[in-house]
């Protein structure tokens, strides 16, 4: 548990970040429509990045920690797509996240928050339909990477419709076909994909 607080006091004044979990030990499954319809399950792992660092500082230990625990499942839980919560310690929940919908009504899905997204959809400033992801600025990611925490997982997404670009690792022909980014480090390039509306 020292050596533990010792690698998060390293960073905790770097991660001014409420609102950020670090995903890890994932599976994403997406399926994506050229009419703006699309589904979503994720199964892995979330760190929330604030109640990690206030841990380390040993801000939070027994009583208080167990609240805090509760606190962030409650925060998950304000997002009805999460199915399952369970924690694992360390300021770590293992979750299962279930949403589908239709970007012509709202425009914008992103995972696990909209101003702290992981990947995304959303119709661009083109009127394209597009995939993306997000990273933590430079500082924190080196910082994090120092201290062992990473992000690590397989994102696979299926496609119907005209996909105008996109930095897939592999593409699997099919009906509909299965794009698929397998993600080994936080400073790997965020997962991109153009879809062109369907009429």
């Known amino acids: 548990m020292k050596m533990f607080r010792r690698l998060c006091l390293a960073f905790a004044l770097l991660l001014p970040l409420a609102g950020c979990y670090l995903p890890?030990?994932?599976t994403t499954d997406m399926q994506v429509a050229d009419d703006g319809r699309f589904a979503f399950v994720y199964e892995?792992?979330?760190?929330q990045l604030q109640?990690?660092?206030r841990i380390g500082t040993g801000e939070l230990t027994g009583e208080r920690l167990a609240e805090y625990v509760g606190i962030y499942e409650r925060d998950l839980k304000r997002d009805s797509g999460f199915k399952e919560i369970e924690y694992l310690g360390d300021a770590r929940y293992r979750v299962r996240y279930e949403r589908s919908g239709d970007l012509r009504e709202f425009r914008q899905f992103s995972f696990p928050r909209r101003n702290a997204a992981f990947i995304g959809?959303?119709?661009?400033?083109d009127g394209l339909i597009e995939l993306f992801g997000d990273k933590l600025p430079k500082q924190h990611r080196d910082e994090l990477l120092a201290?062992?925490?990473?992000?690590r997982g397989q994102l696979r997404v299926w496609v119907r419709g005209e996909v105008l670009d996109h930095n897939a690792e592999s593409v699997t022909d099919g009906n509909p076909p299965l794009y698929r980014w397998t993600i080994r480090s936080l400073e790997d390039p965020t997962p991109r994909l153009l879809l062109v509306p369907g009429p």
Do not use: A, K, V, W
């Not at 201290?147 to 992000?151: D, L, V």
């Open 44 to 47: 892995g792992d979330l760190t």
């Open 121 to 125: 959809l959303r119709i661009n400033e």
């Open 147 to 151: 201290r062992g925490f990473n992000t």
């Open 51 to 53: 109640f990690l660092q």
């Open 24 to 26: 890890d030990d994932f």
